[in-house]
C-alpha cells in the first residue's frame, strides 16, 4: 500500500514539473514555442511572438529603437507582421507588403536567416522570455532614455538660450555702431539746412526798397511835379510792391526748411535716446569698449551740437524776417504817403 501511494506521489510530481516546464511556450509538431523572445541592446529592444496554428504560422515583431531628433534621444516603435508556414523549426514567412524572410525556432530562441526590416541588418538572435519580462525591459529603456531626453532638453535650452542671447547682444552691438554712424550722418543733414538765400533776400529786398523809396522823396521834393513824373513815382512804387510781396513769398522756403529740420531734429532726438540705453545695456562686455564709447561721445556730441544749431538759425531767420517785413512795410507806407501828397501839373 506504501509503494503504490509512492508511485502516485511520483506521477504528480512529474506532471506537475511538466506543466512547469511547459509554462511559458506551447507545442506544435514537437516544437516547443516560447511566450516571446527577445533581443536587447543598449537603445533597442526587439521582442517577437510566434504564433502556430494548423493553417498557418504568424510572427509578430515589435521593433523599439532610438532616433535623435535635433540631438534629443526619442525612443520610437515599429510593427512588423509575418505570415508562413513552420516546418518543424525552420519558418518561411511572408511580410504584407510581401518581403520573404526565413527565421528558424525553439523554445530557447529566434533566429532570423534575413532582416524583418527592409535595409535593415539581421539582428542577433532573440532568446526566450515573456510578455511581462519585456515589458519590464522596454519600461526601464522607456525611463532611462526619457530621463537622457529630459538632461538633454535643458541642454538644448541652455545652449538655445546662450545662443539667443549671444545673437541680441551682437545685435544691440551692430545697433550701437549704426546709430552712432546715423547720428553723425543725420546731424550733418540739419547742418547744412542754412538759410543764406532766405537772409540775403531780405537784405537785398530792404535795400532796394531804400533806394527805391529814396528816388521817389526825390521826386516828392521837386517844386513843380511833372505828370510824366508823377507816373515814374508811381511804378517805382508799384516796384516796392512786387519787392514787397516778393519777401513774405520768402516765407514758404523758411517753413519747408523748418519743417525738414524738424523730421531731421525728431530723428535725431530718439535716437540719441535709443544709443544712449543700448550702449548702457552693452558698454561692459562690447568688444573694444574705448573705441565704441569714443564713437558714441562724438556721435551723441554731434547730434546735440547740430540740433541746438539749428534752434537759433531757425531763431535768427525768423527775427531777420520779422525785421525785415517791418521795414518793408514801412518803407512801401512811405512811398504811399509821398504819393498821396503830391500834386502833378
Known amino acids: 500500500m506504501g509503494k503504490r501511494k509512492n508511485r502516485v506521489f511520483i ?24 511566450e516571446g523572445y527577445v ?14 496554428n494548423a493553417d498557418q504560422t504568424r510572427v509578430e515583431v515589435v521593433d523599439n529603437f532610438v532616433e535623435t531628433q535635433d540631438s ?10 509575418y505570415t508562413g508556414t513552420m516546418d518543424g523549426e525552420k519558418l518561411t514567412l511572408q511580410s504584407q507588403s510581401g518581403g520573404a524572410m526565413e527565421a528558424s525556432v ?12 527592409e535595409g535593415g541588418q539581421v539582428p542577433a538572435k532573440l532568446l526566450a522570455s515573456t510578455p511581462v519580462q519585456y515589458q519590464k525591459q522596454l519600461e526601464t529603456m522607456t525611463n532611462r532614455i526619457n530621463e537622457q531626453a529630459e538632461v538633454k532638453k535643458k541642454e ?12 541680441e547682444f551682437a545685435k544691440k552691438v551692430e545697433k550701437t555702431d549704426r546709430l552712432a554712424a546715423d547720428l553723425v550722418e543725420n546731424a550733418q543733414y540739419l547742418t547744412d539746412l542754412q538759410f543764406p538765400d532766405e537772409a540775403a533776400v531780405y537784405q537785398s529786398h530792404v535795400s532796394e526798397l531804400q533806394g527805391l523809396l529814396d528816388e521817389i522823396k526825390l521826386y516828392a521834393g521837386q517844386p ?9 513815382m508811381k511804378e517805382t512804387a508799384g516796384a516796392m510792391k512786387v519787392l514787397v510781396d516778393g519777401m513774405s513769398s520768402m516765407n514758404d522756403s ?7 529740420m524738424a523730421d531731421i531734429t525728431g530723428v535725431l532726438e530718439t535716437d540719441l535716446t535709443d544709443i544712449k540705453a543700448t550702449w548702457e545695456e552693452i558698454k561692459a562686455k562690447a568688444p573694444k569698449p574705448e573705441v565704441r564709447q569714443k564713437a558714441v561721445d562724438a556721435a551723441v556730441k554731434a547730434a546735440q551740437e547740430a540740433i541746438e544749431q539749428a534752434k537759433k538759425r531757425i531763431s535768427s531767420i525768423e527775427a531777420e524776417r520779422d525785421t525785415a517785413s517791418q521795414k518793408a512795410d514801412k518803407l512801401y507806407g512811405e512811398a504811399n504817403a509821398f504819393l498821396s501828397k503830391v500834386k502833378p501839373k
Open 11 to 34: 506521477v504528480i510530481a512529474l506532471i506537475v514539473l511538466a506543466a512547469a516546464g511547459f509554462a511559458g511556450s506551447r507545442l506544435l509538431g514537437g516544437v516547443s514555442v516560447a
Open 39 to 52: 533581443h536587447e541592446e543598449e537603445n533597442r529592444i526587439i521582442f517577437a511572438k510566434v504564433i502556430p
Open 72 to 81: 534629443i534621444p526619442v525612443l520610437k516603435s515599429e510593427i512588423y507582421d
Open 106 to 117: 525553439s523554445a530557447g530562441e529566434l533566429v532570423f536567416q534575413s532582416p524583418f526590416q
Open 156 to 167: 538644448v535650452a541652455e545652449k538655445q538660450a546662450k545662443e539667443k542671447e549671444r545673437v
Open 224 to 232: 513843380a511835379l511833372q505828370m510824366t513824373e508823377y507816373e515814374v
Open 254 to 260: 523758411i517753413q519747408d526748411k523748418k519743417k525738414r
